[in-house]
């Protein structure tokens, strides 16, 4: 990810910031496979350091056998991606709050 260059993050920012990515790989995966057809979706999303503050984001899923022929890991690479792409939106919505 780009350096944003927004101030530190408070511990309630860094919640949210989380709790955004975590629902964006989570509902990415629910439009793309049916909620009966997932068996176990865990979605892990931490932070390191303060400025910057660096995201880190893992998706596991498990899938019905009856989806044999469904291509999991790209599932996983485009829900991990969707997370990225809304902690960055929600970054500099940030930037643009603290600017004003």
């Not at 932070?47 to 498990?62: H, I």
Request: hydrophobic share 40%.
């Amino acid at each position: 990810m780009e350096e944003l260059g927004i101030p530190e993050l408070t511990s309630e920012q860094i919640e949210k910031l989380c709790l955004t990515a975590e629902k964006t790989a989570r509902e990415y995966v629910l439009s793309k496979v049916p909620p009966k057809r997932v068996e176990e979706l865990n979605v892990n999303v931490e932070t390191e350091g303060a400025k910057p503050v660096r995201l880190n984001v893992e998706v596991n899923v498990s899938l019905s056998p009856l989806m044999k022929s469904f291509d999991v890991q790209k599932l996983v690479d485009e829900a991990v991606k969707e997370a990225f792409v809304s902690a960055e939106k929600f970054l500099r919505e940030l930037k643009c709050l603290s600017s004003r």
